[in-house]
């Protein structure tokens, strides 16, 4: 955290604060505040204790946010380990990490005021080097540079991000043209099935047959899902 703060400047290191007024008594006043959630390393005998407090202190930070006048639209990063949201190059090495990075999209979504990114941040074990990586993409974000580059052009408006040893990445979903056949028939049917269960699992989407309703049962045809 620290070698992070002396690439950025005037940057101050605190432990996060679990209050709405704790966290005001932090934000700057009448200009934009700029807060990074470097997560830190938790136990994982206490995974479901540790996100809850991580949920909160989000939930206390966008309050304080919404006291602010007369500043710009705070922007709020969340740095987090490789969770396994994403395929490769990303390694599921942190899904407990994982359920942070979903209540901040979530947030994101309801709290259209605040600007939230997440970044996936691949530790090397060596400090100095994973905080320029950092801090190239914290700055490219804010307008400046450190003499680094991001190596994407719309990097600034990306709002989740995976960082590794071997570079930058966003995932992007694809639109294919309306004219272009599906890679199978629209009502192929698939089972979402989860593989290596344990904190590290995947899940993936497997093609299936088309199961027969026994009797009481009905078969449900499911034409769109979302969060």
């Known amino acids: 955290a620290r070698a992070l703060a002396a690439l950025l400047g005037s940057a101050d290191v605190v432990p996060a604060p679990h209050g709405p007024s704790a966290w005001a008594g932090l934000l700057p006043s009448g200009r934009q505040p700029r807060i990074v959630l470097l997560l830190a390393e938790p136990d994982p005998r206490r995974t479901v204790d540790c996100t809850t407090r991580r949920a909160s202190l ?10 602010l006048q007369g500043a710009e639209s705070p922007q709020v990063w969340l740095i987090t380990r490789p969770t396994g949201l994403f395929p490769a190059p990303e ?14 999209r979530t947030l ?3 709290r259209p005021d605040l600007t939230l990114r997440r970044v996936s941040c691949h530790r090397t074990g060596e400090p100095a080097g994973d905080a320029q990586r950092l801090a190239e993409e914290l700055l490219a974000a804010a ?3 450190t003499g680094g580059s991001t190596g994407d052009s719309a990097g600034p408006q990306e709002d989740e991000i995976v960082l590794t040893a071997h570079g930058r ?3 992007r979903q694809i639109q294919h043209p309306a004219a272009e056949p599906p890679a199978r028939p629209a009502r192929t049917p698939f089972i979402l099935e989860a ?13 299936t047959d088309l ?3 026994g009797p009481g049962e009905v078969l449900v045809e499911m034409r769109a899902v979302a969060l």
């Not at 930070?61 to 919404?66: E, I, R, V």
């Not at 899904?95 to 990075?101: E, F, G, L, V």
């Not at 593989?195 to 093609?207: D, F, G, H, V």
Request: glycine fraction near 4%.
């Open 58 to 67: 989000l939930r206390a930070l966008a309050t304080a946010c919404g006291s």
């Open 91 to 104: 390694l599921p090495a942190h899904p407990d990490d994982a359920a942070i990075w979903a209540a901040c």
């Open 108 to 110: 994101a979504n309801e």
């Open 143 to 145: 307008g400046n540079s």
């Open 169 to 171: 990445f966003v995932p």
């Open 195 to 207: 593989r290596n269960p344990s904190l590290q699992r995947r899940l993936t989407w497997r093609q």
């Open 211 to 213: 199961p027969e309703p």
